[in-house]
């Protein structure tokens, strides 16, 4: 994953901070201390702006590097054949490419982009991703007083860098708030991902996993599966993993063995909640200047 948003600059970090920006809440992981997650609410009438710089004070954080990584509520995407134009100037050229498919005007926004696979059909595509850029602008300049800005990118493409390279895989996640989503990723490159509405249960900690209805949370997944290897023509994954709250993980893990004969992995292994996954994979890519 080597999303990037192009309006700001990048420094060499001193030491980093993966941070998790959602509607919600700030949750932050430092490199130095990765099994340890800090969570940090929004107010209601609070700004993420504000929220951000007294998270930054009461953490003594000052002098640090952040990575951030966007929640659903601060980006869009949306998916498009990729225009016939040198890889170099297409940055430059995406708000053209794409001012009849958003609903603002294009000077308001910051873009940025990911290639994807082929098309059934083989026409190459890309997934754009935009976000207003008076608001990122804000986010920045909060900040910039504090610490170094070094990346912004969005949480999906984040959770890419949590799986081996090597591995194609699927990703089961689910945090607290946020609908159940399902992830392609193919050698830390987000391929595809659907959403699974009905789920919200899954938020109740107090629910036991006997009463959990597992039959139609896989039924949707043998849906979403198809789809992605029937219609749009992706590889089958090798390997499946959750990132589901701790009560359901262990009855989901036998019933996908039951079902569909694959071993799952968890990526929070009872160390870190979900929600707290974004930040911890946007810190696991390195400094841009070295993987430039």
């Known amino acids: ?11 060499k970090p001193i030491a980093r901070l993966g941070m998790y920006l959602t509607q919600e809440n700030i949750l ?4 130095r201390d990765q099994n340890r997650v800090c969570l940090r ?12 710089v007294s998270f930054i004070e009461e953490q003594q954080w000052q002098g640090r590097g952040i990575q951030l990584a966007l929640g659903r509520g601060w980006y869009q995407q949306l998916q498009l054949p990729k225009p016939k134009l040198p890889d170099e100037e297409l940055p430059q050229a995406l708000p053209w490419c794409v ?15 990911i290639d994807l696979p082929p098309s059934p059909q083989g026409e190459a595509k890309i997934a754009v991703y935009y976000s207003p850029r008076d608001r990122l602008a804000g986010l920045v300049q ?10 912004i990118g969005v949480d999906e493409l984040a959770m890419a860098n ?12 689910k945090a607290p708030g946020q609908e159940l989503t399902l992830l392609f990723i193919h050698q830390q490159q987000w391929q595809f991902s659907r959403i699974i509405r009905g789920f919200q249960s899954l938020d109740d900690e107090s629910a036991s996993a006997e009463a959990f209805n597992v039959d139609n ?30 009560w359901v ?41 070295k993987t430039d």
Not at 28 to 31: K, Q, R
Not at 227 to 234: I, S
Request: hydrophobic share 45%; aromatic share 6%.
């Open 1 to 11: 994953m080597r999303l990037r948003f192009k309006g700001f600059n990048k420094t």
């Open 28 to 31: 932050a992981i430092d490199e």
């Open 41 to 52: 609410p929004i107010a209601r009438h609070e700004t993420a702006e504000a929220a951000l």
């Open 99 to 113: 001012r009849d498919l958003v609903n603002e005007p294009v000077d308001n926004l910051l873009f940025d982009y």
């Open 142 to 151: 909060a900040i910039s007083p504090l610490c170094k800005v070094i990346t």
């Open 162 to 173: 949590l799986l081996p390279m090597e591995n194609h895989g699927l990703v089961l996640y």
């Open 217 to 246: 949370l896989l039924l949707e997944l043998q849906r979403s599966i198809d789809y992605a290897t029937g219609q749009l023509k992706l590889a089958p994954p090798e390997h499946w993993y959750l990132a589901m709250p701790e």
């Open 249 to 289: 993980t262990p009855a989901l893990q036998q019933s996908i063995v039951r079902v569909f004969n694959m071993q799952t992995r968890s990526l929070t292994a009872g160390e870190l909640p979900p929600q707290a996954l974004p930040a911890l994979g946007i810190l696991q890519r390195e400094n841009d200047e």
